[in-house]
């Protein structure tokens, strides 16, 4: 299969370097440079769960491209501006794999291919150009996001993943809406505390940081069900819990961001949780604490757009 992969971040590199280990797999990264100019001339090095080092293509120009599917992994505030990209191309699917509420709703607005939803919770951080660190071993999980999405495209994208070894799930249209909410509570209880406490995944396994599994989960929980999602807190804290195991060793993503002192993804994470919880009367103070917290120190350093 030929695959765009478009976002060379951490979870880009990574999702892109397993695929392109797969003989029939054709792998394009679409980033920035030095990233893409360092995989050009020495390849992508992968370390840590697996030490690899593989020569996918790599391009910082996302437009005219074709592929059978692009995997879209940038940050979930550039999805509009990938998907302007995006349809200056070609592409049987597209599929978000990024942090986050609204991106496939961002991509469907754009483009006519099918769009498939999805999350994944991979570990990995970008410690250099060409070069990524592969902390963490997860799932992902795709699946069709309008009914008009859903034939056969899903499976056989997941057949693509598995065959690079991916423990892939494909859900259906409802599954696909759970299991983001899953990932936006797993993403919403590990991703700002450990930006704030600077700490790694894992110190949300042991006491006092595990303290803000529960409320975290029950707070996401409500929310979900207030707008339709089917899911129980129990779920969401064991997802919780379950990613803080498989990525101990990982700094998330908002982490690497407050280090890289870049915008973090801090709105469509706890930031939708407040607004999405707001319009239903739930009340969610542990969310709206660490959203301020952080839109605090975003707009400290002036990160955040003149309309947020
Ligand atoms: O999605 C992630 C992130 O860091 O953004 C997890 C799965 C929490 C891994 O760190």
């Known amino acids: ?31 920035r440079d030095p990233h893409v100019s360092t995989i050009r001339r ?35 505030y550039d999805t509009e501006a990938a998907a302007r990209e995006l349809r200056t191309g070609e592409f049987r699917a597209v599929c978000s794999l990024q942090n986050g509420m609204g991106n496939e709703k961002a991509l469907t607005g754009r483009l006519d291919c099918p769009v498939l939803g999805g999350t994944t919770s991979y570990g990995a951080v970008r410690t250099g150009p060409g070069e990524v660190v592969w902390n963490g071993a997860g799932e992902v999980v795709i699946g069709p996001w309008r009914p008009s999405d859903e034939d056969e495209t899903a499976a056989e994208v997941g057949d693509a993943m598995a065959a690079a070894g991916f423990d892939v799930d494909v859900a259906d249209g409802a599954g696909i809406r759970r299991r983001l909410w899953e990932k936006l509570a797993v993403n919403a209880a590990i991703n700002p505390t450990t930006a704030l406490a600077r700490i790694e995944n894992g110190a949300l396994g042991d006491e006092p940081g595990a303290d803000l599994v529960e409320p975290i989960a029950r707070e996401v929980g409500a929310t979900a069900r207030a707008v339709g999602v089917s899911v129980s807190d129990e779920a969401l804290a064991d997802a919780i819990e379950s990613v803080v195991t498989a990525t101990a060793e990982n700094e998330s993503s908002m982490y690497a961001d407050v280090q890289a002192a870049r915008r973090t993804e801090i709105d469509v994470i706890n930031g939708y949780v407040v607004e999405r919880a707001g319009e239903h009367g739930v009340e969610v103070p542990t969310n709206r604490a660490l959203w301020t917290l952080l839109r605090a120190w975003e707009a400290e350093r002036d990160l955040r757009p003149v309309d947020a």
């Open 1 to 31: 299969m030929e695959i765009v992969v478009f976002g060379a971040g951490s979870i880009g590199s990574l999702l892109g370097a397993l695929l392109a280990r797969v003989p029939d797999h054709g792998v394009t990264l679409v980033g």
């Open 42 to 76: 020495r390849g992508l090095e992968v370390t840590g769960i697996e030490s690899f080092t593989v020569e996918p293509r790599a391009t910082t120009d996302g437009t005219g491209l074709t592929a059978d599917l692009a995997l879209v992994t940038v940050k979930a």
